[in-house]
């Protein structure tokens, strides 16, 4: 029996209370994932564009998919105990203080500006500088990119945890992808 998915369901991540408002719906969202694999796996288009197309594909669609999923709980459970120890091991060290939540937002944030890097044309380095020169390594023909998946798996599972103005850019940028990607199921396949 599947869990009923509830817009607007509220659920404790990793300390926070979190609602669930979903854009897409299952269909849509196991379309674009697939899309995404198909387009990083089969190399379809320019490399240059290969991963960017694959990574706006996947993040919204993990989001919706994987939002208040046992796998997001284990994921965000599994991130908070590895700081957790860490902060342990500091001892009585002022460090050891440390709140969670906020070195969560802050990982995430570093994600998302590596990203951002990756996704922006390597033109844009003459203004950016080496920022906009960072990419994605080259994956053979009938290969998943794995950096780009590791880079998408987390942002689309743990971009709503950030709090602050980081916070709402990693949700806004999240937001924005999501609008972009939502007509595609019905556009391309007539599925809502």
Not at 127 to 146: E, H, I, V
Request: hydrophobic fraction near 55%.
């Amino acid at each position: 029996m599947r869990p009923a998915h509830r817009d607007g369901a509220a659920r404790l991540v990793g300390g926070l209370m979190l609602t669930t408002t979903h854009t897409m719906s299952p269909t849509g969202v196991v379309i674009v994932l697939l899309l995404a694999v198909i387009v990083d796996y089969m190399s379809i288009g320019p490399n240059s564009l290969r991963d960017r197309l694959a990574f706006l594909l996947a993040v919204p669609a993990i989001r919706e998919g994987f939002d208040g999923s046992p796998l997001d709980q284990a994921t965000v459970g599994a991130l908070r105990d590895v700081i957790q120890a860490l902060l342990d091991s500091a001892g009585d060290a002022y460090i050891a203080g440390a709140s969670i939540n906020a070195v969560i937002g802050f990982l995430i944030a570093l994600l998302w500006i590596f990203a951002i890097g990756c996704l922006l044309p390597v033109k844009s380095s003459k203004k950016l500088g080496r920022f906009a020169t960072l990419s994605w390594p080259q994956s053979p023909l009938y290969r998943l990119n794995a950096k780009m998946w590791l880079v998408a798996i987390p942002l689309g599972l743990m971009s709503d945890l950030p709090e602050g103005l980081i916070g709402d850019i990693t949700r806004m940028l999240l937001d924005v992808t999501t609008k972009l990607i939502v007509p595609l199921p019905a556009l391309l396949f007539g599925a809502a």
